[in-house]
């Protein structure tokens, strides 16, 4: 009897053991998928942006050439955030029923048309044509937040692993802001040359895309579950997200839209009061934006994680600290006599924007479920969006009233997104908000 019981206990732990060990084989597996899809979704991103960042040098020549003044360079900007809030919402809703990877395609595809247009006409006519297929269908950056959220679920990674992989992201995006422009200065003498150069990094983008490892659909996407209604409600249900009704989401996109209107009404005083200021020139707009993708890389790709892994419980704490920095940092970087200081309110800026941006970006995996994340990537999107199209314009009329006014509603903005994360971003959003929304959708 004992050598039976003896045998039986061994039996078991070998097969427990065995159970144990394919476990870790498999968990092991999701890590590494984890891993190679952040690896070639931050590669194939950064290849696309240096391509567009690469036209950048020469673009607004190509504007003065062909007559485009600065209400033209208005109604461009406001036509292609237009176009850019529709198209957020609805290819970030097409990555939760079709597959990220697709809209990854759908977005490089969006690239190649509007550089083919650039280049085949070369006219106004031809730059507004230009603006329809890049800002309707790529919305890249916003697909592959949803795609490593997708990994690292399915890897069962934490939060800062997470906030580690949309750090990168960010960091891949902020580094192409910087070689872009370095990859025009070295291999293009015109406008043509730099679109010729944004062509071949997209078709090194389109390398990197196809390395991704796959994600399963959502169990029950929505379309399949609506094949068999009339349209309208087919439309409804496409659009039907239950995630914004949720107090989570409603302060993230309470805290996008004010951190929007806020940059877009600045930007009206900014591109004027450096000119006035420091005389900048070509050289020294491009140090400029050299030294702002830099920290925005660093802080992506270095501080955020090591910020938010530190931060603990007091995410909170993070949050309102990044938002004092922005309000803060935009009066005096308007008002200085002192370059230097300007380029150092900025770098402090930039870094509280980008941990801001990943604080947010890791807590919206947790807020939605896999059919809605999508969606709800391209909600915020289309909000920033919309800010683009209404900041402006609200920027540009209190600047009749003086500079003050509008620097006020600025930080206003930002007075708004401090009372607004001290008072719901810890029930809502932050650990405990987060592990409700957690067992709400372990529970679905």
């Known amino acids: 009897m004992g050598m039976r019981l003896g045998e039986s206990t061994g039996t078991r732990n070998g097969v427990d053991g065995k159970v144990n060990g394919a476990h870790g084989v498999a968990d092991e597996a999701r890590a590494r998928t984890f891993q190679r899809g952040v690896l070639f979704g931050s590669l194939g991103v950064f290849t696309l942006v240096a391509g567009f960042a690469s036209t950048m040098p020469f673009m607004q020549a190509h504007r003065d050439e062909l ?17 850019r809030l529709v198209g957020a919402m609805v290819v970030g809703r097409l990555s939760d029923t079709l597959g990220r990877r697709s809209m990854l395609w759908l977005g490089l595809l969006g690239c190649v048309l509007s550089l083919g247009i650039s280049y085949s006409v070369d006219s106004l006519r031809g730059m507004w044509l230009a603006l329809v297929p890049s800002s309707l269908l790529n919305h890249n950056a916003s697909v592959l937040k949803a795609l ?10 934490a939060d800062v692993d997470r906030a580690s992989a949309m750090g990168k992201l960010g960091m891949a995006i902020g580094a192409s802001f910087m070689v872009g422009p370095l990859l025009a200065s070295a291999l293009a003498s015109s406008y043509s040359q730099a679109l010729a150069l944004a062509a071949g990094t997209s078709a090194l983008s389109a390398l ?11 169990d029950t996407p929505p379309l399949v579950a609506a094949q068999r209604s009339s349209a309208v409600e087919r439309v409804r249900r496409f659009f039907h997200l239950p995630v914004l009704h949720t107090g989570g989401a409603r302060v993230i996109l309470a805290i ?17 009061s450096l000119k006035e200021r420091f005389h900048f020139g070509p ?33 909170v704490l993070l949050a309102l600290g990044c938002v004092l920095c922005l309000g803060l940092g935009r009066p005096l970087a308007l008002w200085t006599l002192n370059v230097r200081v300007v380029y150092c309110a900025f770098v402090v800026m930039v870094m509280a924007l980008g941990v801001l941006n990943t604080l947010i970006s890791s807590a919206c995996a947790n807020l939605a479920t896999g059919d809605e994340l999508g969606g709800l990537f391209g909600t915020l999107d289309a909000v920033e969006n919309c800010t683009g199209i209404v900041g402006p314009l609200i920027g540009g009329q209190l600047a009749r009233l003086g500079q003050a006014v509008p620097l006020g509603v600025v930080v206003a903005c930002y007075g708004a997104n401090f009372a ?11 650990n405990k908000g987060l592990a409700h929304a957690s067992s709400a959708k372990k529970s679905q």
């Open 420 to 430: 607004i994360i001290a008072a719901f971003y810890g029930r809502h959003v932050g």
């Open 208 to 218: 990197f895309f196809a390395q991704l490892p796959p994600v399963s659909l959502p």
């Open 283 to 315: 050289n020294d707009y491009g140090l400029f934006m050299a030294i702002i993708g830099f920290s925005y890389a660093l802080s992506q790709g270095v501080v955020a994680k090591q910020l938010i892994s530190r931060a603990g419980d007091r995410t």
């Open 256 to 272: 996008r839209l004010f951190a929007g209107l806020a940059f877009n009404i600045y930007q009206v005083l900014w591109a004027a």
């Open 148 to 157: 490593f959220a997708d990994y690292a679920n399915d890897a069962g990674l």
């Open 67 to 83: 007559g485009c003044g600065a209400p033209c360079i208005g109604s461009m900007t406001s036509a292609s955030s237009l176009l």
